[in-house]
């Protein structure tokens, strides 16, 4: 049974993409920091019939990481996709950034795509084949006003997705990045929403991504055949602004 790895398995988007993968026919591996909150994922998985496991793990910590991929290649068996799914979104005026949290949104964003990218790349480089994805934002593209940690720290994770497409890729790795350039319907976005002033069920049907929108996307991008594989796909509702 093939095996998939979501690092960064949080409540929305993480969560998706395990039951995606699982209802594939994945053993599903999901890591966080709270390896506890995966305990009720990881029994809704099994009692749809998939195959799930849950760690407790640090993206941003070099040991953690290392010693994750290894339980998983140990216990479950070996990698065929790791999904680097670490979040790190907030929002100060530049003035109100302060030096811990653009060093904490760095270590999320970039050094743990980093760690994860080159752990993954330690097993699947052997065996000549496995995909490794990111997942990005608006921000990896273009710097907004209020996210100057947020969109180094993407923009960063982007670029280390290019570099180890370049790298990896000859060697049969898949690698691609994910822009998501949209509001996922997550309680962190609705609650954002409210204190602008707008009602998250008063806008119109699709109008906010659903996570399994995403979940379907990195399904579809490790499908692909090598002869035509994606590097960067991006997502946006229909009435997203460009």
């Known amino acids: 049974m093939p095996v998939a790895f979501i690092v960064g398995a949080g409540d929305y988007i993480g969560a998706a993409i395990a039951k995606r993968f699982a209802q594939g026919g994945f053993t599903v591996c999901m890591g966080r920091r709270n390896g506890e909150k995966l305990v009720p994922l990881v029994a809704q998985i099994e009692s749809a019939g998939g195959k799930a496991h849950g760690f407790s793990m640090d993206a941003r910590l070099e040991e953690s990481v290392a010693t994750t991929f290894e339980k998983v290649e140990q216990t479950t068996g070996p990698i065929d996709v790791v999904i680097s799914n670490v979040g790190g979104n907030v929002q100060f005026n530049i003035e109100?950034?302060?030096?811990?949290?653009?060093?904490?949104?760095?270590?999320?964003?970039?050094?743990?795509?980093?760690?994860?990218?080159?752990?993954?790349?330690?097993?699947?480089?052997?065996?000549?084949?496995?995909?490794?994805?990111?997942?990005?934002?608006?921000?990896?593209?273009?710097?907004?006003?209020?996210?100057?940690?947020?969109?180094?720290?993407?923009?960063?994770?982007?670029?280390?997705a290019q570099t180890l497409a370049k790298e990896l890729g000859p060697k049969g790795i898949h690698v691609s990045h994910l822009v998501i350039d949209a509001g996922v319907d997550t309680a962190f976005v609705r609650e954002r929403m409210e204190k602008a002033g707008i009602h998250p069920d008063s806008v119109p049907p699709d109008t906010l991504m659903d996570p399994a929108s995403v979940a379907e996307a990195y399904w579809v991008l490790h499908h692909q055949k090598r002869d035509g594989w994606t590097f960067e796909m991006d997502i946006r509702p229909y009435g997203e602004t460009w």
């Open 96 to 160: 109100d950034t302060t030096t811990r949290v653009f060093r904490k949104v760095w270590e999320m964003a970039t050094f743990s795509g980093f760690l994860v990218g080159r752990e993954a790349a330690k097993y699947m480089v052997p065996r000549k084949a496995g995909s490794i994805f990111f997942t990005g934002a608006s921000a990896s593209m273009r710097g907004t006003a209020g996210y100057a940690a947020f969109g180094a720290g993407k923009a960063g994770l982007r670029s280390i």
